[in-house]
């Protein structure tokens, strides 16, 4: 999967796919809700001052870009403990390689989700996936308008 990430002189970072049209923008330099200044241009980050380790590598390349998006818009609102459960989250998601377009990447993380909703998880995190995805959509990121239109 190749994906364009380009940071510009405004400080916002702007992802194009190959797979996709759609673009996404972010601020790559937020400031999570306790003070502490966030770089998401690096692979990992430390959540201070618990130390929480988020390790942007372990999450499929498609959906990296759109982890971090999530972390620089939550980090205001989200406790760090919050927070490393959604990259969690995020880790558990698959696409591979074997997807060739929008429509099947969006297929496969749809059967994904369905699975999760409908796994034995607390109705407190499967209302904070709703959350999240409601913001992808109002944020019309690529490859989740159907999850949520579907799921939820």
């Not at 972010?26 to 966030?38: E, K």
């Not at 001052?49 to 498609?62: A, G, K």
């Not at 099947?104 to 959350?131: H, N, P």
């Amino acid at each position: 999967m190749q994906y364009n990430v380009v940071l510009s002189d405004t400080q916002l970072t702007t992802v194009g796919f190959d797979k996709s049209d759609k673009e996404i923008v972010y601020d790559p330099y937020p400031v999570s809700q306790n003070g502490q200044p966030l770089d998401l241009t690096k692979t990992k980050i430390h959540l201070l001052p618990e130390r929480i380790p988020i390790n942007f590598e372990l999450i499929d390349p498609i959906l990296r870009e759109h982890a971090k998006a999530w972390i620089s818009f939550a980090c205001k609102s989200y406790s760090n403990f919050s927070l490393m459960n959604h990259w969690k989250f995020f880790k558990k998601l698959e696409v591979g390689d074997e997807a060739k377009n929008e429509s099947e990447i969006e297929e496969t993380i749809e059967q994904q989700f369905r699975e999760l909703m409908t796994s034995d998880i607390s109705a407190t995190t499967k209302s904070v996936l709703r959350t999240m995805y409601s913001w992808f959509v109002e944020e019309s990121f690529p490859f989740l308008m159907t999850i949520f239109l579907t799921c939820i």
